[in-house]
């Protein structure tokens, strides 16, 4: 199969693969999206196929509009419309994950076996035109090869994906560049599975203004180890380059660290990069600096984990994901 890569002038094209049961890839404000039609059982299927991703590990279904939830969940009861209707308020569109009890309709491939399904509601207009063309929300996990960083451009997509999807929407780089914070608001207390750029600050505004008891980490457990995964971020392995990601606590630190890894490429805050061997660290950044390593033959990337960037609990979270061992 040959990769066709589409600008945004061809959403209908990109809609007309979709709506045959073929995968696209396309923009999202956080990474690239690998999209297929929700209520299509074989597309969803062959999502896990293209990017190798394990079977359990549950999709996020992304709509347009917030009245598409009536297609893929099931009612509300009082206390979750509740807290869904203040967090869509404040946050969506956006990158906003919501996790609610699913429609009957939502096969075992999108929710990999669980009673729930996880929603978001997209803001890049991309995304939107193109799941509008469609007329259904599309499922869509990262468009990248399971285990590798998430991708944040359409040569991203190319690099781990060609060949094996129909189409790449391009849209430029991902404005936000780290995955969609999650959150359960089935549980009590209402609980983020994946830390994201929307922080437990602002998500507890919202709730504290409702009379909701404040939002709290889920427990992944030792060594990140969890059975039935709530969220699959916390099970697999993710966002890791070829090269060794190595965490160092100053400039100096990672200095040393490069003399017995040659060749490393270091990230650090934007005030140290030069451009050439010390790259800016940010959350839009990350992921295409951890695949310029690998495309530039870096044995390693020492990230420089100054008091800033550790206050950072999602971009913490990916660079930890990205240093533990395959
Ligand atoms: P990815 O699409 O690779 O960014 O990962 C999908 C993410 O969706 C996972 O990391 C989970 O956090 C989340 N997710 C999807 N469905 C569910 C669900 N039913 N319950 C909990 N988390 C979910
Ligand atoms: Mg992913």
């Known amino acids: ?16 693969l979709l709506r045959s049961g073929e995968l696209v ?45 009536k297609s893929v969940s099931s009612p509300l009861d009082a206390r979750t419309q509740q807290i869904f209707d203040a967090l869509y308020a404040a946050f969506c569109p956006g990158a906003l994950t919501m996790i609610l009890p699913k429609h009957p309709n939502i096969t075992d491939a999108v929710t990999g076996g669980l009673s729930s399904v996880a929603v978001r509601f997209p803001e890049h207009p991309v995304a939107q035109a193109l799941i509008r063309a469609v007329g259904e929300p599309l499922v869509a996990p990262s468009a990248n090869r399971s285990g590798y960083p998430s991708p944040t451009t359409a040569q991203h997509v190319l690099h781990d994906l060609e060949g094996r999807i129909a189409a790449v929407l391009d849209g430029g780089s991902c404005e936000v560049g780290i995955e969609s914070t999650v959150v359960n608001i089935l549980s009590d207390p209402l609980t983020i599975l994946r830390p994201g750029s929307i922080t437990q600050e602002q998500l507890n505004a919202v709730a504290l203004a409702q009379g909701f008891t404040p939002f709290v980490y889920a427990d992944v457990g030792k060594d990140n180890q969890m059975i039935a995964p709530q969220s699959p971020g916390m099970k697999y392995r993710h966002y890791a380059p070829d090269a060794a990601v190595i965490l160092a606590s100053s400039l100096q630190e990672s200095f040393e660290l490069a003399k017995n890894h040659h060749p490393a490429l270091i990230l650090a805050d934007a005030a140290f990069a030069n451009g050439t061997s010390i790259l800016a660290l940010s959350e839009q950044s990350l992921y295409a600096a951890l695949r310029t390593a690998d495309e530039q033959g870096f044995r390693a990337v020492i990230i420089v984990c100054d008091e800033t960037i550790q206050q950072n609990i999602a971009l913490m979270n990916r660079i930890t994901k990205a240093a533990s061992r395959r």
């Not at 396309?26 to 394990?54: H, M, N, Q, S």
């Open 1 to 16: 199969m040959t990769t066709r890569l589409l600008t945004s002038e061809h959403i209908s094209e990109a809609a007309h």
């Open 25 to 69: 890839a396309f923009p999202t404000e956080t990474v690239y999206g690998l999209g297929a039609r929700v209520f299509d059982e074989r597309a969803v299927k062959r999502i896990f196929l293209a990017k190798g991703r394990p079977s359990d590990n549950p999709l996020i279904v992304h709509c347009a509009e917030k009245a598409d939830v």
